[in-house]
């Protein structure tokens, strides 16, 4: 006798169905074929167990159990419960009618409980996609799969529950109801940092302003306890509110990664990534032997934050040159090649100097001739030419400090951002993965950022009296760009250049000398 189950599998951020083919025949063996790792070979010790502890019968016959397609590798423990299942249903303890109705997704302990898994958004996209009526998952992921719509999603605890549902019993499984667009609007303004907390640095702010406007890469530079990671922590909470597709795009991405928490079906706000400066290569750009997303596609439609950016391996920072021109990574092995989604924001702090003193205010900087130079030496130029806004954070002084008078917060800026991203989806509407000016190609950039004889004048001598280097040109107009998008301006005016020039300090040919 020969019954199906099914399943599903994810490979990168999309999932492949897997058919689980369980054939009865006279004898004692169990075979298990269709190329499964060693954690799917140990399923049938567990489930052995699971039946056992349930007063379920393992027939004592020989069981062939293929899992087809039979080319793609199988990983993981998921595989339990359709096996068990299909089991069950070959030994007529489960009935047949609903099987092919489902898919089945989940890891089983011995005394049958259903482990939760990662990647269930995944495949809960994939299943209504190729017309499944419904999905049977660990009661733990059942939330992160009914974000689902259109889908029946039902989460179980223990095997029992998965049996009586398909025999249509009493006492099964109830299926999990969410309303997505009521919990994304619940959770998505319900920030924990905001701009209102920060005493002074009203010109960090204004810069952050700018950078969330058109989405630029930011490095800030300063000594230690200057604000820079308190201020970088806070970034998201200006950015322009998630729409429902990212939402779920971000969501998927951490649902494969196991990062999504069991309460919480939809990730609703843009996410904050920072990885220590120990970092591996894989562990930012993602791969590895069992392929897993990185930092940078983590931060995807959010913020990664590189503190003390110089203490990063250089091959480190040189793998995100590509990903921050392309939006995406694509890891190739000789067995496999996956691509993951990167469109994020990277903002970038370090200290001026190996003392972190240099241009203070008050403290000397107990370096010697050249070694400031040599540090940021560490940032190679095609690195530093991807980031558009350079800030110098300074101390903030006692009076800004014991001033209780309230700042900005961030829902006042955050709608400004808004208005100004709302001009530029509709300057590139038809334009493919341009979203705002920091992504231009050059052909946007020829036709959006033209400016008058007064600004080019300014920004000709601005170039020759600051030395700045030929890169920072069209970064010093994309800036300006967004600038006068935030005060709704069509033409780039100088008094827009003039600004966006303050933010290239790393590119003065003198700024290092000490």
């Not at 334009?431 to 190609?441: E, F, K, L, P, V």
Request: aromatic letters at 6%; hydrophobic letters at 40%.
């Amino acid at each position: 006798m020969l019954v199906k189950t099914y399943s599903s599998t994810v490979f990168g951020i999309n999932a492949t169905t897997i058919t689980i083919e369980v054939n009865l025949e006279i004898g004692i063996n169990f075979y298990l074929v269709g190329l499964p790792d060693n954690a799917v070979k140990e399923s049938q010790q567990r489930i052995k167990a699971a039946f056992k502890n349930n007063n379920l019968k393992f027939p004592g016959r020989e069981i062939t159990v293929n899992m087809a397609p039979a080319d793609i590798r199988k990983e993981g423990s998921v595989f339990d419960l359709p096996i068990a299942i299909g089991i069950l249903a070959v030994s007529e303890q489960v009935k047949l009618e609903l099987l092919s109705k489902y898919i089945l997704i989940g890891e089983l302990s011995l005394d049958g409980s259903i482990q939760s898994t990662r990647g269930i958004l995944a495949i809960a996209l994939q299943a209504k996609e190729e017309g499944f009526k419904g999905i049977i998952v660990p009661k733990a992921n059942a939330l992160e799969a009914a974000v689902v719509n259109n889908l029946e999603v039902f989460g179980a605890e223990n095997l029992s529950e998965v049996i009586k549902f398909l025999n249509q019993e009493k006492g099964g499984m109830q299926q999990t109801i969410v309303d997505v667009e009521k919990q994304f609007g619940q959770l998505i303004e319900n920030f924990e940092l905001d701009f209102r907390d920060v005493k002074g640095q009203m010109n960090i702010k204004r810069a952050f302003e700018i950078a969330a406007s058109g989405g630029h890469n930011v490095i800030l530079i300063g000594p230690p306890g200057s604000g820079k990671s308190m201020l970088a922590k806070r970034l998201g909470s200006i950015l322009p509110t998630m729409s429902l597709d990212e939402a779920l795009e971000t969501t998927k991405i951490h649902s494969v990664a196991g990062k999504v928490k069991g309460q919480v079906g939809i990730i609703s706000q843009r996410p904050f990534r920072k990885p220590h400066h120990t970092i591996s290569d894989i562990g930012l750009i993602g791969g590895g032997s069992y392929p897993q997303p990185g930092e940078i596609s983590l931060a995807h439609n959010g913020v990664l934050f590189l503190d003390e950016l110089p203490e990063y391996k250089r091959t480190v920072l040189e793998v995100m040159r590509q990903p921050l021109e392309d939006r995406t990574v694509n890891i190739s092995r000789a067995k496999f090649s996956i691509d993951y989604p990167a469109s994020f924001m990277l903002v970038a702090a370090m200290n001026p100097c190996p003392c972190g003193y240099f241009n203070h205010p008050e403290k000397e900087c107990v370096c010697g001739p050249g070694v400031v130079q040599r540090y940021l030496n560490k940032i190679s130029g095609p690195l530093l030419d991807r980031i558009d806004i350079h800030i110098e954070v300074t101390p903030v002084s006692f009076d800004e400090l014991a001033n209780s008078k309230p700042s900005e917060g961030s829902k006042e800026i955050r709608e400004r951002v808004g208005a100004a991203r709302t001009i530029q989806k509709n300057r590139y509407l038809l334009r493919n993965g341009i979203h705002c000016n920091a992504q231009m190609t050059m052909k946007e950039f020829e036709e959006h950022c033209k400016i008058d004889k007064a600004g080019s004048q300014l920004l000709k001598i601005a170039m020759d009296k600051m030395g700045l280097s030929a890169r920072a040109y069209d970064r010093i107009l994309k800036v300006a760009r967004t600038i006068a998008d935030l005060e709704s301006k069509e033409k780039i005016e100088a008094a827009h250049i003039a600004e966006a020039i303050q933010y290239r300090s790393l590119d003065r040919t003198n700024w290092a000398l000490n």
